[in-house]
């Protein structure tokens, strides 16, 4: 009976909540849900080039469907927490990023699959986003480490990744096949701990927030 309930209560607490919610006063992050196809789909028909370096592609009506089908079936295996981004200051949603490899009794997690439309890149929004993600991730899961990955050869996502204060682990070569190609690719590999956060890394980006 004690081990039962001991189970129990260890299961709550390594639960993800699910109905996670992130904002302040410049942008507001809630789940994604199947109806936000309508939300985005405008960067999914007039915007194809944000998918350039995806291993999952949102352009296109169908491809978008796909995109918000297979995030939500992850979340649903508790393996992935996808969010959509609302711009407070535009009134307009603005992309879509995520937690996934989600690993609570390891006290892991990797944060990716963000992208904005083109109007919102460089604005600060990013800052804000990642500000939020983090907190959460190391001040509410408790997380000891947040990973970051992306193609070696995207040097805009990269820059942002160390703006905010990730550093560089190391290049994992010929990694993985690129979408629609047998070129494989390079991934890059960048984290934070839970130390460096609350040592600097918390303070310097929420300096860079404006």
């Known amino acids: ?13 390594l639960e993800f909540p699910q109905n996670t919610i992130l904002e302040n006063e410049a942008v507001l ?4 849900q199947e109806s936000d196809i309508e939300n985005l789909l405008e960067f999914s028909i007039n915007e194809p080039d944000t998918w350039e370096y995806s291993l999952v592609r949102a352009n296109g009506k169908e491809n978008l469907e796909n995109y918000i089908q297979i ?16 711009d407070k200051k535009t009134g307009k949603y603005a992309g879509s990023t995520r937690f996934y490899d989600i690993s609570l009794p390891f006290k892991t997690l990797q944060l990716g699959y963000t992208w904005y439309g083109k109007n919102f890149r460089g604005t600060g929004l990013n800052k804000h986003c990642k500000f939020l993600l983090l907190q ?17 050869k995207n040097q805009r996502s ?10 560089v682990e190391g290049i994992l070569r010929n990694h993985m096949p690129t979408l629609g190609s047998d070129v494989r690719r390079d991934s890059i590999i960048l984290s934070i701990l839970r130390n460096e956060w609350f040592e600097s890394v918390r303070e310097n980006l929420k300096s860079q927030l404006v």
């Not at 004690?2 to 260890?10: G, M, N, P, T």
């Open 158 to 167: 990269i820059a942002a990744m160390k703006s905010i204060g990730c550093k």
């Open 1 to 13: 009976m004690f081990y039962k309930l001991a189970k129990k209560i260890i299961t709550a607490i």
């Open 71 to 86: 995030a939500l079936k992850a979340k649903q295996n508790k393996t992935e927490f996808p969010f959509i981004v609302f």
């Open 136 to 152: 959460f991730a190391f001040e509410t899961l408790q997380m000891e480490r947040v990973e970051f990955r992306a193609d070696n």
């Open 29 to 32: 992050l809630r789940p994604l």
